[in-house]
C-alpha cells in the first residue's frame, strides 16, 4: 500500500480524515506518542495498541546516535526493531541538533555539531538526514529544517531561505513517496508574511503532507494561536496539516479548530514521570496530599489499565516511593487521555458538533488555571 490521504468531513476549519500507510490506517485528527530512542518510555508496545495509538514518533537524531541507523536497518528496519507494527513517523533530527548538541557551526549546506552523548564531531546535512530516515523505515518522514526562535525576525528570515533550500535538497534526495512520505515543514515564526513565503515554496515541492513548525519553541499561546490562523489554510487542503511538537490538551482542541490533523509531543509521558496527570479538570499532581486516601481512579469514564484498576491513594504511594510502576501508569492514562481527546474531536467532526465540544472541554479544562 502507498500513502494517501482522505479527506472524509469538516467542520468548519476542523477536518477528519484518514491517512493510508504500509502499516496500516491513522484516523485524523491524531495524536503521536513520542518515542524518542524508539520506545515509548514506561509504556509497552501492547499497550499503546490496547489504548488506540496508531501512529508514534521516533526521533532521528537520537537514533544515528545510539544505537546507529545502520544497524537498525541491518536487522529490519525501526518497525521490527521496536516491535511496533503500526506507522512510524521520524523527524528530520533538526530541532534536536538546534536544541541539544553543542553546535560548532551552522551554514547552508547543513550543521556540524558535537553529540550530547560523548562529544564526537557530526555533520548532518539535508542529504543525510534523508538517509538516515531511510534507513530507519518510518511510514512519514521529515525534510530537514531549521527550527529558529519565532518572534526574531531577523533569523526567522534567515532560517526560512534555509529550510526552503533545504526542502529542495530533501525532495531530490528522496523523490519516491510510495513507501515512504516526505513532509515538508513551513517555517516563518509569527510572521504571516514568511509564513507565505514559506508555504508557496514548498506547495511547488509537491510533498504528500506539509507540518507547521516552529511553534511552541517560545512564543505565548495566543501568539501561537494567531498564527495558526494564518498558517494552516496556506497549506493545501488535500494534504495533511502537521503542527509539530504540541501536545497540552488546550492547544489540541485549539489548534483541531484550525485545520490540524496531526500531533505529537513528550509531554505526556514526561509530566507522567514527575507525578502530574491530565483529568478533564486540569492537571493535578498524584503526589499532593489530597489523593492520599481517595479510593477512586484518577478518571471513572477513562478506559486505560491504570483507571480500570487503580486508586489515586495506590498511585501516590508508588510516586511518593519512587516505584518505578508510577511512570508506566500515569503515562498509560496520560496518553489514553488525550487519544480519546483526539477520538471525541474526530466523531465531533462529523456530527457538525465540534465547537460545542471544545467550548465545554476548554472551560472545564482550564477553570483551574
Request: hydrophobic residues 40%; contains cysteine; proline residues 5%.
Amino acid at each position: 500500500m502507498t500513502f494517501s490521504f482522505e479527506l472524509l468531513a469538516q467542520d468548519g476549519g476542523a477536518r477528519a480524515g484518514i491517512i493510508h500507510t504500509p502499516h496500516g490506517d491513522i484516523p485524523t485528527p491524531v495524536f503521536a506518542p513520542v518515542g524518542t530512542a524508539a520506545t515509548v518510555k514506561a509504556v509497552l508496545p501492547r499497550d499503546l495498541r490496547e489504548m488506540g495509538a496508531s501512529l508514534v514518533l521516533s526521533n532521528t537524531y537520537h537514533l544515528y546516535l545510539r544505537p546507529g541507523d545502520d544497524l537498525v536497518r541491518e536487522i529490519g528496519g525501526l518497525h521490527r526493531f521496536m516491535a511496533w507494527d503500526r506507522p512510524i513517523l521520524t523527524d528530520s533530527g533538526g530541532f534536536q541538533v538546534f536544541s541539544l548538541a553543542q553546535i560548532n557551526k551552522i551554514d547552508d549546506d547543513g550543521v556540524t555539531f558535537r553529540s550530547h552523548i560523548d562529544g564526537s564531531k557530526h555533520r548532518l546535512t539535508p542529504e543525510k538526514s534523508m538517509q538516515i530516515q531511510q534507513n530507519l523505515g518510518a511510514d512519514i518522514i521529515m525534510a530537514f529544517d531549521q527550527c529558529p526562535p519565532p518572534t526574531d525576525r531577523s533569523i526567522v528570515e534567515r532560517a526560512v531561505a534555509r529550510t526552503s533550500a533545504w526542502a529542495a535538497r530533501c525532495r531530490a534526495a528522496h523523490p519516491d513517496d510510495t513507501t515512504q512520505a516526505l513532509f515538508g515543514i513551513q517555517q516563518g515564526g509569527i510572521f504571516e508574511d514568511l509564513r507565505a513565503q514559506s508555504s508557496a515554496f514548498l506547495a511547488d515541492l509537491d510533498f504528500p503532507g506539509y507540518a507547521v513548525g516552529g511553534l511552541a519553541v517560545g512564543e505565548t499561546k495566543p501568539q501561537m494561536y494567531a498564527t495558526l490562523d494564518y498558517a494552516t489554510p496556506l497549506l493545501p487542503a488535500h494534504k495533511p496539516r502537521y503542527l509539530m511538537g504540541v501536545g497540552a490538551p488546550d492547544d489540541l482542541a485549539e489548534a483541531v479548530l484550525r485545520g490540524i490533523d496531526m500531533f505529537d509531543c513528550v509531554l505526556p509521558t514526561r509530566i507522567a514521570r514527575h507525578g502530574t496527570v491530565f483529568t478533564h479538570d486540569g492537571t493535578t499532581n498524584i503526589r499532593n496530599a489530597e489523593h492520599a486516601r481517595v479510593e477512586t481512579p484518577i478518571d471513572v469514564t477513562c478506559s486505560c489499565y491504570c483507571c480500570q484498576n487503580f486508586s489515586r491513594a495506590y498511585l501516590r504511594h508508588l510516586v511518593k516511593a519512587g516505584e518505578l510502576l508510577a511512570h508506566t501508569l500515569l503515562s498509560l492514562h496520560n496518553i489514553r487521555f488525550l487519544i480519546r481527546h483526539m477520538e471525541a474531536m474526530r466523531s465531533a467532526i462529523f456530527e457538525g458538533s465540534l465547537r460545542q465540544y471544545t467550548e465545554a472541554f476548554l472551560r472545564r479544562y482550564l477553570a483551574s488555571a
